[in-house]
């Protein structure tokens, strides 16, 4: 041996395998497939996956043409497959489950039966079951003494791992496991009927022909009828003659193989046929084909099997088609089904009509009511087909005339019976007015939805007046005496017939229809000869619209004097006439026609003479422009709408007061200009070009050339400098240190002039760096380095007079007139020094004083500083109060206990006494 392997798709187990009957080919079952290979290539021809979970048996049957196949239990169970070969491919032909897993499987030897063995759980644990081949039918089932009452545990014992049959077909035998070991023979039982003849030849030549029938056991015509009497399974009545009758009698010739035997069948030769109860010629089976669910064709036998005169049932409703009644030829259609036969009964009257059979008044409508072309008067003759079959009709025109059921009008509103009954070409009435819906009947209905008695317009409308027109075409449908409106006038208008209710004056004057005052023209002043005035007959005609009538003949009332132009006048004499503002005075003669209180205007300057009148001119004499100061109509030389006598600058159009006295005028305008920084070449400055008065109120302050609200006169210290306007040190340096000013002083209480560093603070050498940062103080070449770090030339203040002596000078003389200045400058600068030393005290007290004041200044400025700030907070300025120097945080931003604590402050300050101002005492 040598091993040569093979692995069909891949698979990682099989269970089982079996060789073909040639020896050429393998199958074998894996995990949920099966495959067949050839054993000379190793090649897969056949993969199948139709198995269960698993294939745990697989085995050929011996000519090679099946394939059993026994499957583990999946979660519903477990199957038994048998596939067959087509000539291409192996199909399932069968199938059959079984409640535990298939174990083991083998065929008998001739392949006409197989045998599984089953596992040990459920229903199917621990049995054999025998199976035919091509059918599927279960031959035997047979199991193990399951010994030790494994029974009692569920069936979970004893499981067959093994079968095989015996090559003379009678045994099998079956391996067992899982608590009933062992191996079981089984032998076939030869006389199953045990009738004393085996069921296969045991070597006397004798064979039971019925093998399960203890009755019969031979055959002698081998018909399949057993050759034993009545009352033995079905008796061959014809031994010796092969026969297949079974209805008669069992075993007898039968040609025509309808059951019956040639003897006792009454058409032999007609295999749907045997008897004639009747005797009419038609065997009793009834056989037809059915076409539209109840129509019977092709019908062969008797309906009526017991009834001479019936065989046919066309309709199947149960009654024959034949009929005895010669008269119905006149009504019956050719085509019928059905002859004439005397005496006939069970007569279908419609035979082709499934739900009619009976027509008891003769008028060829069937009396049956549920059934189609039901007859709604089946005891009355009648010829209606319209709404109802077979009810009189008395005009003919195929509606049944009305009933007390049966109205001419439904429920719901549809026509049913004649509404008219004695008129054939009307029938239907919706609205029962008595005139028909046929519109080309008789008097047609134009309104069949709606009862009306109209007839002259048009034909059963509504008309509610009576006079014989329509609703519709009555333009007066409440007034019998009215029912025409030629013109199509409102109709309130009334209508044409002069005789009647409220008559149209003008009936073919759409645009008139009365004339209150009778002369001769409509009340409609907009119409055809309209009459303006209806209600007085002197008067129709108003030309210009102004409510005064054209005609001034004699006896006109009110006539109009100016009858062309609008006039609102009512004085007679200019009746009519234009007054527009109605004072009295014609527009053509008022120098103020929109102004009722002025009229007359003698210097012609558009203000009204009348001056106590709002407007008046106060100089009525004067031409004059003036309109300020409640002074109209005065001269006003420089045009600024201010008169002279009340202008302050009268030749000047910008200027009329000057409140302060300063001679500055009230109306501060200006124009932005810019000039260069003399002090600072290189910054452009934008100042105002001022005209009129900054400060109005302030007679000592009119200019303000920067635009810092600060006046040049007085209150400004830099008057060019916008963002500088005091300096309490008067360095020239200002006090404003908020983000933006220019140059602010970083000493403000001490005069000095350093601006390297700092602007504004004191630097004793004037070098511009400040005495606090410049290295050397009173070095004034020096002025940069770290202090400490930097060598000094001058380490102190040089003081006036001060004369260097120099030591190194040689002579006599100029020696003594050296000394001699020495001694006197000694001597001066003893007087110098207590003089000094005085001064100095005196200055101390003077610097003490004066930074008193400055300290009171900077503090009254810093309280006018504070005082804007809180201002400006309060009021939500917190722009302008930052640009003060504020940094606090926005009061709406805080939370509320925050606000309120604050708040809180406010009160108790605001309570706190404040000290007297003693500038306010003295």
């Given at each position: 041996?040598?091993?040569?392997?093979?692995?069909?798709?891949?698979?990682?187990?099989?269970?089982?395998?079996?060789?073909?009957?040639?020896?050429?080919?393998?199958?074998?079952?894996?995990?949920?497939?099966?495959?067949?290979?050839?054993?000379?290539?190793?090649?897969?021809?056949?993969?199948?996956?139709?198995?269960?979970?698993?294939?745990?048996?697989?085995?050929?049957?011996?000519?090679?043409?099946?394939?059993?196949?026994?499957?583990?239990?999946?979660?519903?169970?477990?199957?038994?497959?048998?596939?067959?070969?087509?000539?291409?491919?192996?199909?399932?032909?069968?199938?059959?489950?079984?409640?535990?897993?298939?174990?083991?499987?083998?065929?008998?030897?001739?392949?006409?039966?197989?045998?599984?063995?089953?596992?040990?759980?459920?229903?199917?644990?621990?049995?054999?079951?025998?199976?035919?081949?091509?059918?599927?039918?279960?031959?035997?089932?047979?199991?193990?003494?399951?010994?030790?009452?494994?029974?009692?545990?569920?069936?979970?014992?004893?499981?067959?791992?093994?079968?095989?049959?015996?090559?003379?077909?009678?045994?099998?035998?079956?391996?067992?496991?899982?608590?009933?070991?062992?191996?079981?023979?089984?032998?076939?039982?030869?006389?199953?009927?045990?009738?004393?003849?085996?069921?296969?030849?045991?070597?006397?030549?004798?064979?039971?022909?019925?093998?399960?029938?203890?009755?019969?056991?031979?055959?002698?015509?081998?018909?399949?009828?057993?050759?034993?009497?009545?009352?033995?399974?079905?008796?061959?009545?014809?031994?010796?003659?092969?026969?297949?009758?079974?209805?008669?009698?069992?075993?007898?010739?039968?040609?025509?193989?309808?059951?019956?035997?040639?003897?006792?069948?009454?058409?032999?030769?007609?295999?749907?046929?045997?008897?004639?109860?009747?005797?009419?010629?038609?065997?009793?089976?009834?056989?037809?084909?059915?076409?539209?669910?109840?129509?019977?064709?092709?019908?062969?036998?008797?309906?009526?099997?017991?009834?001479?005169?019936?065989?046919?049932?066309?309709?199947?409703?149960?009654?024959?088609?034949?009929?005895?009644?010669?008269?119905?030829?006149?009504?019956?259609?050719?085509?019928?089904?059905?002859?004439?036969?005397?005496?006939?009964?069970?007569?279908?009257?419609?035979?082709?009509?499934?739900?009619?059979?009976?027509?008891?008044?003769?008028?060829?409508?069937?009396?049956?009511?549920?059934?189609?072309?039901?007859?709604?008067?089946?005891?009355?003759?009648?010829?209606?087909?319209?709404?109802?079959?077979?009810?009189?009709?008395?005009?003919?025109?195929?509606?049944?005339?009305?009933?007390?059921?049966?109205?001419?009008?439904?429920?719901?509103?549809?026509?049913?019976?004649?509404?008219?009954?004695?008129?054939?070409?009307?029938?239907?009435?919706?609205?029962?007015?008595?005139?028909?819906?046929?519109?080309?009947?008789?008097?047609?209905?134009?309104?069949?939805?709606?009862?009306?008695?109209?007839?002259?317009?048009?034909?059963?409308?509504?008309?509610?007046?009576?006079?014989?027109?329509?609703?519709?075409?009555?333009?007066?449908?409440?007034?019998?005496?009215?029912?025409?409106?030629?013109?199509?006038?409102?109709?309130?208008?009334?209508?044409?017939?002069?005789?009647?209710?409220?008559?149209?004056?003008?009936?073919?004057?759409?645009?008139?229809?009365?004339?209150?005052?009778?002369?001769?023209?409509?009340?409609?002043?907009?119409?055809?000869?309209?009459?303006?005035?209806?209600?007085?007959?002197?008067?129709?005609?108003?030309?210009?619209?102004?409510?005064?009538?054209?005609?001034?003949?004699?006896?006109?009332?009110?006539?109009?004097?100016?009858?062309?132009?609008?006039?609102?006048?009512?004085?007679?004499?200019?009746r009519g006439c234009p007054d527009t503002d109605g004072d009295g005075f014609v527009d053509p003669e008022d120098a103020f026609p929109q102004n009722p209180l002025q009229w007359s205007d003698s210097d012609g300057d558009g203000y009204g003479d009348e001056v106590n009148k709002p407007g008046g001119d106060d100089c009525p004499a004067t031409f004059g422009t003036s309109n300020e100061n409640n002074r109209y109509g005065c001269v006003d030389s420089d045009n600024d709408g201010w008169a002279d006598v009340d202008d302050e600058f009268p030749e000047d159009g910008e200027q009329w007061v000057d409140t302060d006295g300063d001679g500055y005028g009230d109306n501060y305008l200006w124009t932005v200009t810019f000039i260069e920084d003399a002090d600072n070449p290189e910054r452009i400055l934008e100042l105002r070009e001022q005209r009129g008065d900054a400060f109005p109120l302030m007679p000592d302050e009119w200019s303000d050339q920067d635009g810092d609200g600060k006046g040049d006169n007085l209150s400004d210290d830099f008057p060019l400098e916008v963002t500088q306007w005091n300096d309490l040190d008067g360095d020239g340096y200002g006090d404003n240190f908020t983000s933006g000013a220019y140059q602010p002083d970083d000493c403000q209480k001490t005069p000095g002039s350093s601006y390297r560093d700092v602007f504004g603070c004191l630097d004793s050498d004037n070098d511009g760096t400040s005495d606090t940062s410049d290295p050397c103080p009173y070095d004034p070449d020096i002025f940069e380095g770290r202090i400490g770090s930097v060598v000094c030339e001058i380490t102190e203040p040089q003081q006036d007079g001060e004369v260097a002596?120099?030591?190194?000078?040689?002579?006599?003389?100029?020696?003594?007139?050296?000394?001699?200045?020495?001694?006197?400058?000694?001597?001066?600068?003893?007087?110098?020094?207590?003089?000094?030393?005085?001064?100095?005290?005196?200055?101390?007290?003077?610097?003490?004083?004066?930074?008193?004041?400055?300290?009171?200044?900077?503090?009254?400025?810093?309280?006018?500083?504070?005082?804007?700030?809180?201002?400006?907070?309060?009021?939500?300025?917190?722009?302008?109060?930052?640009?003060?120097?504020?940094?606090?945080?926005?009061?709406?931003?805080?939370?509320?206990?925050?606000?309120?604590?604050?708040?809180?402050?406010?009160?108790?300050?605001?309570?706190?006494?404040?000290?007297?101002?003693?500038?306010?005492?003295?």
């Open positions: 041996f040598f091993s040569s392997g093979i692995n069909p798709g891949g698979e990682d187990r099989f269970y089982d395998t079996a060789f073909s009957p040639d020896g050429n080919f393998i199958a074998v079952g894996s995990e949920g497939d099966w495959y067949i290979s050839e054993i000379s290539t190793g090649n897969t021809v056949e993969a199948i996956s139709s198995p269960p979970d698993s294939v745990n048996a697989i085995t050929w049957s011996p000519d090679g043409n099946y394939i059993v196949m026994c499957g583990a239990y999946e979660s519903n169970g477990a199957r038994v497959q048998v596939h067959e070969y087509d000539g291409n491919s192996w199909p399932i032909i069968w199938e059959v489950p079984t409640t535990t897993s298939c174990s083991s499987a083998d065929f008998s030897p001739d392949g006409s039966k197989f045998v599984i063995g089953m596992y040990w759980y459920l229903g199917d644990g621990a049995t054999a079951k025998i199976y035919e081949t091509d059918t599927g039918l279960l031959v035997d089932t047979f199991s193990g003494p399951r010994p030790n009452n494994c029974g009692q545990n569920n069936n979970q014992c004893g499981q067959i791992d093994g079968v095989s049959w015996h090559p003379d077909g009678s045994k099998i035998v079956t391996s067992h496991t899982r608590n009933d070991e062992g191996v079981y023979f089984w032998v076939a039982d030869v006389d199953e009927d045990n009738d004393g003849y085996n069921t296969t030849d045991q070597g006397d030549g004798v064979v039971d022909a019925f093998p399960t029938d203890g009755s019969q056991w031979d055959d002698t015509d081998g018909d399949g009828f057993g050759d034993n009497p009545d009352p033995a399974t079905t008796p061959d009545a014809c031994i010796d003659l092969f026969g297949t009758s079974t209805a008669d009698r069992y075993g007898c010739p039968d040609r025509d193989g309808d059951g019956w035997s040639d003897d006792g069948d009454w058409a032999p030769d007609d295999p749907e046929q045997w008897a004639d109860s009747d005797g009419d010629g038609y065997g009793d089976e009834y056989y037809y084909e059915v076409v539209n669910t109840f129509y019977h064709v092709n019908q062969r036998g008797d309906a009526f099997p017991n009834n001479p005169t019936q065989w046919n049932d066309s309709d199947s409703d149960g009654w024959g088609d034949n009929y005895a009644n010669q008269s119905w030829d006149e009504f019956r259609e050719s085509t019928w089904p059905g002859i004439l036969v005397s005496g006939a009964t069970e007569i279908d009257q419609f035979p082709i009509n499934h739900y009619q059979w009976l027509d008891t008044d003769g008028d060829w409508w069937g009396d049956n009511q549920i059934g189609d072309d039901a007859d709604a008067c089946p005891y009355v003759y009648g010829n209606s087909t319209a709404d109802r079959y077979g009810c009189p009709d008395t005009d003919g025109d195929t509606y049944s005339d009305p009933t007390a059921n049966w109205g001419a009008v439904s429920s719901t509103g549809y026509c049913q019976a004649d509404g008219l009954p004695l008129d054939p070409t009307q029938w239907c009435d919706r609205d029962g007015d008595g005139f028909g819906d046929n519109q080309d009947g008789n008097l047609p209905d134009e309104c069949p939805d709606e009862a009306g008695s109209s007839t002259i317009d048009r034909v059963g409308c509504l008309d509610t007046d009576g006079d014989g027109y329509s609703d519709q075409g009555d333009p007066f449908p409440n007034d019998d005496t009215q029912w025409e409106n030629r013109d199509g006038d409102s109709l309130e208008c009334g209508g044409d017939n002069q005789s009647g209710n409220n008559p149209d004056v003008f009936p073919d004057d759409p645009t008139q229809c009365k004339d209150t005052d009778g002369d001769g023209y409509g009340d409609n002043a907009a119409g055809n000869n309209g009459d303006a005035f209806k209600f007085d007959p002197t008067q129709w005609s108003d030309f210009d619209g102004d409510g005064y009538g054209d005609n001034n003949g004699t006896g006109a009332v009110n006539g109009d004097i100016c009858p062309t132009q609008a006039g609102n006048s009512a004085n007679p004499i200019s002596i120099d030591s190194s000078a040689d002579g006599g003389e100029p020696t003594l007139i050296y000394l001699g200045i020495a001694i006197v400058v000694l001597l001066s600068v003893i007087i110098v020094a207590q003089f000094s030393k005085t001064m100095a005290r005196n200055k101390a007290r003077q610097e003490k004083l004066d930074e008193a004041m400055v300290n009171s200044a900077f503090s009254e400025e810093d309280e006018r500083r504070t005082a804007w700030i809180d201002y400006y907070v309060t009021n939500g300025q917190l722009d302008e109060a930052r640009a003060l120097g504020w940094v606090g945080e926005d009061p709406t931003e805080m939370p509320q206990w925050k606000q309120y604590e604050i708040q809180q402050q406010q009160e108790k300050d605001a309570a706190i006494p404040k000290m007297f101002d003693l500038d306010d005492i003295l």
